[in-house]
């Protein structure tokens, strides 16, 4: 039996720095084999750079997965040549950077971490349910884990459903609310349809408070503020057989 850490949305660098500061701890405690961050929001003002990504590789992560918020800053388009960067793979072949799958060599055995993004109240992008078909009709490894990173919950499930008996695993990300429906389906798949955040907590979403009831109150522009507020992080722990592919426990986490 093997275990994947999977953390939840990091928000900013008070989300990286306090991931930098548990996430060793995390790892020795489960015995984990592999870890994987969402970073999409990891960034100062939001999106993901060069020196947010840094931060979380440091920390140990292996793979990091991204959202719709994976191209919100220019500058730092490049490091999505790194091949444990990934962005949703239902962006639009042909044109799009990057890549939406990663797969790990971790000797007797493989895991791929697949990107893909929800298109209800999201953008317009390729169908997701396709485009994991196509997925893994080419992957050979048997330990497949997905995140899905939606705005419906309906959407999460239903993928979760979809998937069920053909990957390890779905963990839904982007709403950065940590959901307490954390399963194993009937045919060995590890879902939950959000694993939360990692960022300070008394907020809203990682960032203060009243510009954000402002936004929604006056409906004018605001400027959002990372908030100074104590941190704390989300995620789940995954126990999978390697040679099955199939999932045992799911076991979510959330450290203050």
């Known amino acids: 039996m093997k275990k994947l850490l999977f953390i939840g949305d990091v928000v900013g660098k008070a989300g ?70 990934i962005r949703p793979a239902n962006y639009p072949e042909g044109g799009c950077i990057g890549k939406g799958v990663c797969v790990l060599d971790m000797g007797a055995y493989s895991v791929a971490v697949v990107n893909l993004m929800g298109t209800v109240g999201l953008d317009p992008l ?33 993928m979760g459903f979809f998937l069920d008996g053909r990957v390890t695993g779905v963990f839904g990300t982007h709403t950065h609310v940590q959901t307490a ?33 402002d936004r929604l109150r006056f409906r004018m522009p605001v400027k959002f503020r990372e908030s100074e507020e104590k941190c704390f992080l989300c995620g789940i722990v995954v126990t999978f057989d390697e040679k099955s592919g199939k999932s045992h426990k799911i076991e979510r986490i959330n450290i203050r």
Not at 182 to 210: H, Q
């Open 181 to 213: 429906d954390e399963c194993i389906l009937r045919s060995g798949t590890a879902y939950i349809t959000d694993a939360g955040m990692t960022g300070p907590e008394y907020s809203c979403l990682g960032v203060e408070i009243k510009p954000a009831l």
């Open 126 to 158: 390729d169908n997701p349910f396709t485009k994991i078909d196509e997925i893994l009709e080419n992957t050979d490894t048997k330990n497949i884990f997905v995140d899905f990173h939606a705005e419906a919950t309906s959407e999460k499930k239903a």
């Open 16 to 85: 990286c720095d306090f991931l930098r500061s548990k996430l060793p701890q995390i790892k020795r405690e489960y015995g984990v084999d592999v870890t994987v961050v969402n970073g999409e929001n990891s960034a100062q003002g939001n999106g993901i750079t060069q020196q947010s990504a840094d931060m979380i590789i440091r920390a140990g992560a292996d793979v990091i997965t991204t959202g719709n918020h994976a191209f919100r800053r220019r500058e730092a388009l490049e490091i999505y040549d790194e091949d444990y960067i």
